[in-house]
Each structure stands twice: as structure tokens, then as C-alpha cells.
């Protein structure tokens, strides 16, 4: 486990009360939900994507693509927002990726995306929620958004 201290962190108590069961499974137990079982991997209007445990921005919708996966896939995050560590469950080599505010596991990252980057982030969409561009969503409902200010 690595000893970096994030800016948001909880008991594991504090996140079952504030996540669902299965954003809780995924998130902090580095679970995967089902391909195309997610609302957000269809959503297309413009705004951001932000993490559900603390309300980072991660991922501006205008660097969503479709990928065929059945999980939201985005080329580039938001600057700062996603950090990356190597990932050796399941007997593979991946590179996992999580909120860079709370260590939130948010999905993997894999060398086959579009230009410029070639990247595709490939995320879990529970553990996202959506702010509308120009609109008062989900941010603004978020119960950590003020810490986003601090």
C-alpha cells in the first residue's frame, strides 16, 4: 500500500455511509462493475465527470470517446486529477488508476486509446457522477464539495 496522505481521507466506516454498496465495492475494494451497466456511458452531454467519494473533477466530457467496452472511456483526464500505479491482481499487469484527492480506485488505464494521446482511461462509472456544463448537477449536490475550495 503506498504512504502518500491524500487531501480527503475517511474511516472505512465514513465511506460505507457515504458510497453505495456497490460504489464502496469498487472504489475502495478495487472492484469492476459490469460492462454497459452504467447511465454515464451513455451520457454526452458537456460538463465534467467528477469522483463520487470527494468531488474532484476527473474527466471533461469532451474527451470521452466510445470504445466498444462497456465502461466510460476517456483519452486524458483532468490535470492532477488521476494518478496511476501498476496493478498485479487477477495474474495481469495493468496500470490502475484512482482519484488523486481521496485514492479512490476509478478503473485502469490501457495503450490503446485514440490520438493525440493513445490512452484510454477506462472507467468505472459508479464511481463518477456528472456536472452539466453550465448547470447546477451534480457538484454542486456533492456532501464534500465544499472541500474542493479549500
Known sequence: MDSKTYPVTRTDAEWREILTPEQYAVMRGHGTERPGSCALLNEKRAGTFICVGCGQPLFVAGRKFE???????????VEGAVETTEDRSHGMVRTECH?????????????DGPPPTGL??????????FEPAGGVGALSRHPTHLLMYK
Open 67 to 77: 470504445s466498444g467496452t462497456g465502461w466510460p472511456s476517456f483519452d486524458t483526464p
Open 99 to 111: 482519484c488523486a484527492r481521496c485514492r479512490s480506485h476509478l478503473g485502469h488505464v490501457f495503450p
Open 120 to 129: 484510454r482511461y477506462c472507467i468505472n462509472g459508479v464511481a463518477m457522477d
